[in-house]
């Protein structure tokens, strides 16, 4: 990885100040040689010996040089990034075209103490030779406590430097991934040659510097990183965007698995070394809030950017999640009617006590994981294999299983309960554990865990990828104007689109109190596209939701008590809760039960721009919100300025209504509400509109008045039909029935 600047070159003196750096601190020097050394290491080839003159700490005379401490330097493949003002010893063959940039989070490097340490060849960054490191640790005081003797010191450089090296360029390789995905970079633009590194400093362990993903990785009970870098890259054009890379302890591969231990070198043997790397940009980016919206965020801490990194060469290796290499015996028992149980198409359908499975021998086959989803079961082997079973209605098993064959007739003789069948009445690819083709997941993929949903299958591999098949099954949809709402068979409720009146009724990834990290054109977007990712909908454990009916900014959701909850825009009491309404902006953030409805059973409910208005199981047509247009339906002269559900305009003009009203029409059976008209339909099949009507939305004929109150449609079209559906627009509405 690079070429060797200098192979003969003399030992610089101990206090140069030429220096070379590279992106790892003088403090954090010090945290890499205790976390190689701390478990020890296999023993360096050609040990080295301690200097000479007071830099040893060591009382016994010095032993017998078996090799200097090495001055050769390895060039790193980290382009540099200069400002214009800076002055070095040696040039670049191409000049740089950065210059200094008015917006950059870092005004100077936080490297600026040693301005030199570049290639003449090529602009990128060189690292220390093994002396440089060795005489920079002396200089600065930063010996390990556990260090005994200046030999010691030298012997865990050498071993440090490769190291070293080779976690800072799996670092760059990982910044590069983000800068590919970011639209203000270019890495592979031949006309600036892509983003360079401007800065860094090693912040090390100190409690003040643990980044907030850290510290919440922290009080979940996970290990804290051993060190964090920040680096400052320099994009086209002068941009700079600052990252944070947390650095954890991995656990050691020893050349024995039964020697493995939790440290960063294996204690006997020729064991490799572990890191796991956590590089993202930091929170004061564009780019760093879109990292949050990676779905999940917080598994990005363990299932991205981790590496193990060989002690006995400078090249990196993945790896990811462990899997377990038990093997186990898999015990099965109940139903097996649709090949449950996986015990083939001639075995028992019903067994009525645990029975080892045969076609999931630990010896032959290898069972090390295993999960029972509704009507199927999913297992993986220890040699990486993915086998599925049971029903694949919902292409939950991940694989073909079409059959030609046929269903066996039970006589009243056969006995199928827990006695083996001699003819096969399942489907022998559903009810046999079968592999899903390898290729499915990549030649590289290794599946270290499986689960399994009602309809679904997941599995997770060693780099941290997850695999998915099936169905989740959804029961209704429901949109407003720009957001949407589904409910599944499990009465949850999920909902994605704009969130500006918090009509997804959750909390976004992204908070408002972060708008000041971040520009608000910027901030728009990761809003929009935190949005656009469906999420669930909190609502208590024991709340299962029946239906759910999207308003235009505003939503609501019956469980099955018949309760009404409902969520989002507020401001003229659409969502029928009282607290807010008539405030300008006032939003409901999440789910509330609406009192106001207690007791209604609703069972079919329309929103429009500020009013809503519902059906309940009793045919009520009930009505509320803004009622200033001819909303309601109702006659204004008739309700007195007085009435304590009524609020009144600053004119003293009733303005909104508080309270879910009835209308005087019986027997109602579905409504429709566009912007400010509504349509209603009677179990007889007649229909009912009101409100704004200058496009004529309320089909009453040329005249384009406001419909005051709830009124008959009726012309030659629809006379003597029976109509059952109505769909309203904001300027057009529509009605179907059945066509004789």
Not at 24 to 50: F, N, Y
Not at 162 to 173: D, R, S
Not at 491 to 516: A, D, F, H, I
């Amino acid at each position: 990885m690079g070429a060797n600047v200098s192979t003969q070159a003399p030992a610089p003196p101990t206090s140069s100040p030429q220096e070379s750096k590279c992106p790892v601190d003088h403090k954090t020097r010090e945290i890499w040689l205790q976390q190689g050394g701390s478990a020890g290491g296999p023993p360096h080839p050609h040990p080295l010996p301690a200097p000479a003159g007071n830099a040893t700490t060591d009382d016994k005379p010095n032993p017998k040089l078996q090799r200097q401490l090495s001055n050769d330097r390895e060039v790193s493949s980290i382009p540099r990034a200069f400002d214009g003002s800076t002055t070095t010893d040696t040039k670049p063959s191409t000049p740089s075209p950065y210059a200094v940039s008015p917006t950059a989070s870092h005004a100077t490097p936080s490297n600026a103490e040693s301005e030199t340490g570049h290639d003449a060849a090529t602009g990128n960054w060189v690292y220390p030779s093994e002396r440089q490191f060795f005489e920079a640790l002396i200089r600065k005081s930063n010996v390990p406590g556990s260090t005994q003797s200046a030999k010691e010191l030298a012997t865990s450089v050498a071993s440090i430097i490769p190291i070293h090296n080779a976690v800072n360029e799996k670092a760059w390789q990982e910044i590069l991934k983000w800068e590919k995905d970011s639209p203000s970079s270019d890495p592979g633009s031949r006309k600036c040659g892509g983003p360079k590194l401007y800065a860094f400093r090693g912040l090390g362990t100190e409690s003040q510097f643990v980044s907030p993903r850290a510290r919440l990785n922290g009080l979940m009970g996970y290990q804290l990183p051993f060190d964090r870098h920040d680096w400052v890259v320099e994009r086209c054009g002068g941009e700079r965007v600052e990252y944070v890379i947390d650095f954890y302890q991995g656990k050691t591969a020893s050349a024995n698995p039964q020697e493995e231990s939790g440290g960063i070198i294996g204690a006997t043997g020729p064991g490799k070394l572990s890191f796991y790397l956590d590089v993202r940009p930091k929170l004061n980016s564009f780019e760093g809030w879109l990292s949050l919206l990676t779905w999940p965020w917080m598994a990005r801490i363990y299932l991205t950017s981790q590496y193990l990194l060989s002690h006995k060469t400078s090249s990196t290796t993945l790896t990811k999640n462990k899997v377990s290499t038990t093997r186990l015996n898999v015990y099965v028992f109940g139903e097996g009617s649709a090949g449950e149980l996986g015990l083939g198409p001639k075995n028992a359908t019903d067994v009525t006590s645990p029975r080892l499975n045969s076609l999931l021998d630990a010896d032959e086959v290898g069972v090390v994981d295993i999960a029972a989803g509704g009507m199927h079961a999913v297992a993986l082997t220890y040699d990486g294999h993915v086998l599925t079973w049971g029903v694949n209605d919902n292409d939950a098993l991940g694989r073909e299983t079409a059959w030609d064959g046929g269903v066996k007739d039970i006589t009243e003789g056969d006995d199928a309960s827990d006695d083996d069948s001699e003819d096969g009445e399942l489907n022998p690819y559903e009810s046999t554990p079968t592999a899903i083709p390898t290729e499915i997941f990549g030649k590289s993929a290794r599946i270290v865990q499986v689960t399994a949903g009602d309809s679904a299958s997941f599995a997770l591999t060693e780099k941290g990828f997850v695999y998915g098949w099936g169905t989740f099954v959804i029961v209704q949809i429901s949109a407003g104007y720009n957001f949407c709402l589904a409910l599944n068979a499990a009465g949850k409720v999920y909902s994605w689109g704009m969130s500006e009146q918090n009509q997804l009724g959750r909390r976004l990834v992204l908070g408002r109190q972060y708008s000041t990290s971040v520009k608000q054109d910027d901030l728009d977007k990761l809003y929009l596209r935190a949005g656009l990712i469906p999420g669930l909908v909190p609502f208590s454990s024991k709340t299962k939701i029946v239906s759910v009916h999207a308003g235009s900014d505003h939503a609501f959701a019956i469980d099955q008590h018949g309760d009404t909850w409902a969520w989002g825009l507020n401001n003229f009491g659409q969502t029928g809760i009282k607290v807010g309404a008539g405030a300008n902006g006032t939003t409901v953030i999440a789910p509330q039960k609406v009192q106001s409805l207690a007791g209604k059973n609703m069972k079919i409910i329309r929103g429009g721009t500020h009013h809503s208005i519902g059906v309940n199981q009793a045919g009520e047509c009930l009505v509320w919100g803004r009622m200033d247009g001819a909303q309601m339906g109702i006659d204004l002269s008739t309700i007195p300025v007085d009435n304590p559900q009524i609020v009144v305009s600053e004119r003293g003009k009733p303005r909104i209504l508080l309270e879910p009203t009835a209308l005087p029409i019986s027997s109602c059976s579905f409504v429709a509400a566009g912007s400010d008209h509504n349509i209603l339909i009677t179990s007889e099949g007649r229909a009912y509109s009101w409100g704004f009507n200058t496009n004529y939305q309320c089909g009453q004929g040329a005249d384009g008045d406001d419909i005051l109150v709830a009124t008959p449609i009726d012309n030659t079209a629809i006379r003597g039909k029976k109509l059952t559906w109505a769909g309203a627009g904001g300027q057009y509405s529509m009605l179907a029935g059945p066509s004789d």
